[in-house]
């Protein structure tokens, strides 16, 4: 039944998610059927979804109904993949008629039987019944970088996480299996580690924490011009991690540490380990020991009971640790965890002015940073054309894609993924402009 099927996605939520779409896309295209990039064009699409909070799981219900309106034309059969079902498929498969087929996280190779089965008899609920698949994956970035998954799940268990109980405890990938994956990758500029936590890569598998190992491995690579690292745990960050930043010149010199808070009783509240002290020693440790490294975090505002004293308080750590990129949000209180039911409740206008707050100080950060680049000559990772046309934009080494800012220079001409030496002219909050003076760098 599913010959000459064309076959599409849509991969909402975060950079691992995707990975997770990229690897379910090399399954289908290695039983030979084809892949469009076009929602309109594809018999069978799959929407592959978010459930970490409210608003993503709003937006993947969100998606499955828009793309139902594409039935009459090519499509056939809708597949709601991912961490939507996997959580929720009691509500969800009784609810979301418009969905033909099921699966969970790490149930890929589960997929083309359960479509053969919904052709024949209607909808199918298949979480659960599948395993992992890891064939060559399709990647779905600009070809010069890609994302490597290093593990699944956690166990970190903060109270207003539902990753664990959608992804399950930790599991890590073996260093042949990931070396193997990033080898089929390509040419690339840029690997980009991620995991729910990257630095306890290791210890379910081999006991001990690997990730030094496998970075060692991964950089070896021929085809793999540099590696950043995402996701890494402040707790877990060691003297060998940060000798290996300091040391391994194809170890970009960036750092993304979710802290999520500064204040004591607030994180004890999270139950994340560490404290406002041991967070400044950490920084202060790597900013002495990695010369110009690069700090990137995210932080949670409006955190029950909360005071205006401790999100005050939240907002001077930014201003004395100056982490050149941060992300805010407003705390989601999600059902299942254990901060759903704790007392101290804060109204949804509280946190959206706290957050606002934060995020002005870390413009005013952000900005002091990047005028300070004015003048100088910096090495510009190419991704591409801007979207106005106008000219080319790209990233410092400080910078992740889609999640930090860009560079946007001028050149004769340009080449996705390669390097330029730009002169920065003038910046703005959170970008830079410039004109290359130099390609390849």
């Not at 069978?44 to 219900?61: M, P, S």
């Not at 704790?342 to 206008?349: E, M, R, S, V, Y």
């Amino acid at each position: 039944m599913l010959e000459q099927k064309v076959f599409g996605m849509i991969s909402l939520g975060c950079d691992k998610n995707r990975v997770d779409a990229e690897r379910l896309l090399g399954l289908i295209r290695a039983r030979g059927y084809a892949v469009t990039a076009e929602a309109g064009e594809a018999n069978i699409l799959i929407v592959n979804t978010c459930a970490f909070l409210e608003e993503a799981r709003k937006e993947a219900i969100e998606t499955v109904l828009d793309c139902n309106a594409l039935r009459g034309g090519n499509l056939e059969k809708i597949v709601v993949s991912g961490c939507l079902p996997q959580k929720f498929i009691r509500e969800l498969f009784p609810a979301l008629t418009e969905g033909d087929v099921f699966l969970g996280c790490s149930d890929a190779d589960a997929l083309f039987a359960a479509l053969e089965r919904s052709y024949a008899e209607g909808r199918v609920n298949a979480v659960g019944q599948g395993h992992e698949a890891f064939a060559p994956r399709v990647l779905t970035t600009p070809p010069h970088y890609a994302y490597l998954k290093i593990a699944d799940g956690c166990n970190n268990h903060c109270t207003y996480c539902l990753i664990p109980k959608i992804r399950g405890r930790y599991r890590s990938y073996p260093v042949e299996q990931l070396t193997e994956e990033a080898a089929r990758l390509g040419e690339l500029s840029e690997l980009i580690l991620v995991a729910q936590d990257t630095t306890r890569y290791g210890e379910d598998l081999y006991g001990s924490r690997r990730l030094v190992p496998l970075i060692r491995a991964l950089t070896a690579l021929d085809n793999i011009r540099s590696v950043r690292l995402l996701y890494c745990y402040p707790d877990a960050i060691g003297d060998e991690l940060i000798t290996e930043l300091a040391e391994n010149e194809k170890l970009v010199k960036y750092l993304d540490i979710p802290l999520q808070h500064s204040e004591d009783r607030v994180l004890k509240r999270m139950n994340r380990r560490g404290s406002r002290a041991e967070y400044a020693a950490l920084l202060q440790k790597l900013r002495a020991r990695v010369p110009g490294i690069a700090i990137r975090s995210t932080f949670i505002t409006g955190f029950p009971s909360e005071t205006e004293e401790e999100a005050a308080a939240l907002a001077d750590f930014l201003r004395e640790q100056k982490p050149e990129n941060c992300g805010f949000f407003a705390y989601s209180r999600e059902p299942d965890t254990p901060a759903y039911r704790l007392a101290g409740q804060i109204p949804a206008k509280v946190k959206r002015r706290r957050v606002k707050m934060l995020y002005d100080v870390q413009r005013g950060i952000s900005a002091a940073f990047l005028r300070s680049k004015i003048g100088q000559t910096v090495s510009v990772l190419c991704d591409g054309i801007a979207e106005d046309g106008a000219c080319f934009e790209g990233r410092a080494y400080w910078q992740a894609p889609e999640i930090d800012g860009k560079v946007y220079f001028t050149a004769a001409h340009g080449v996705q993924g390669e390097v330029y030496r730009v002169k920065i002219t003038s910046a703005g909050e959170y970008d830079l402009y410039g004109e290359a003076e130099e390609y390849p760098a």
